[in-house]
């Protein structure tokens, strides 16, 4: 790692990628590699897990519920956001919405499948792919959230919703979207896909041994269990 | 329609009702009835063909995308919003966004099922049931709706969203949350489910006819088609 210019996490189970390598050595280089800037991705629960606080796991819906969703110490990358991802695919706005409302510090920002949001060091995030990214800003939030009880739903009011596609650009301190521009976003777009291609071939041929199967099965009993 | 104190719409397509009755004496009576303070209510398509502008069908999903839904003149009885249903339980909120987004004159109120709107005279609205009311107010609305094409997903930023559970009350005019009103909300919420419970039991009396199971099948295609 004390090596690496680049550092990609696979999908899986975003709790026991923060529970196996939160607060360990390997933690603290991933956390060291990003603060001297190494670009590092995730997908699916590799993605969830950059955050300080990161979503668990949780139940589906596009309505805000108490008990919804759960939150855990994630790897430390991004101390302003939440991340969910599969989010249109699987319905998790509810959820986001949840989280945000109990916790408008947080910028909760939701991935559509093959889609995603590239944050430079000046929390400057641009949208790439073929989905939607749907950020929930809870700054003028109105709610009930800490009287709702049971698995009732919860009353959130004044959110702020974008749903930004592929080119678009957030302000992640300012809150807000900044306007088009085509030139560089086919540049990052490009240059993207090129590191990105670059590493799930690199990773793929380092996976070809004995035990990729074995590792497979594994991954997919937790993948059911709480991605 | 002219010595009713009540009038209910059931479900089934909105596009129906709003074609068969649209435009016609009986749909004049339902909106001359609504005028002198007779209560008018629906289910469903019953629910959605009570605006101005109807969201007549589209397709599922979070993400709002262009050509995701289809407006068609509803009975005008509400001309300040557009009303969506099933809202939670099909996912309802993408097309909602996006007609907002193109008509932010409109405010877009997503029903979830078991649960229920009641906007008074002074355009207050009551949220009473077992889910929210989703509402999408488009004021401050940066859009590139307009220029999307094909089904691509479109960009909606700064869109204004409130989860309203039961109890919490709505002010349409003003567009915002008025506070929680403990006595008038069990007072409003009896009020209405004696009143819904009654009009169903008429109804279901009147319904005891031959053609009934008929009439049921009928209804079972249209909803597959278009509700």
Redesign the interface.
Known sequence: IKKATGIFMTGGNQLRLSSVIGGTKLGAAVLDAHGRGVVVAGTSAGASAVATHMMAFGSS????KHRMAHVSVGLGLLVNVVVDQH??QR????RL?AVVAQSPSLIGLGL?EDTAAVIDANDILDVIGR??V?IVDGSDV?T?AFQTTGH??????????????SG?RFDLRAR??LP?DDSKRERIAQLAQGRIARMVRQAAAEGRDDRALERRRARHEDQKASE
């Open positions: 819906g596009a309505t805000p989010f249109e319905t998790r706005l509810g919405l559509d989905g939607s749907t109105i009930d009732k739903p919860m009353m959130v009011s004044n959110a702020r919703l974008h749903s930004l596609p678009y807000r979207v088009l």
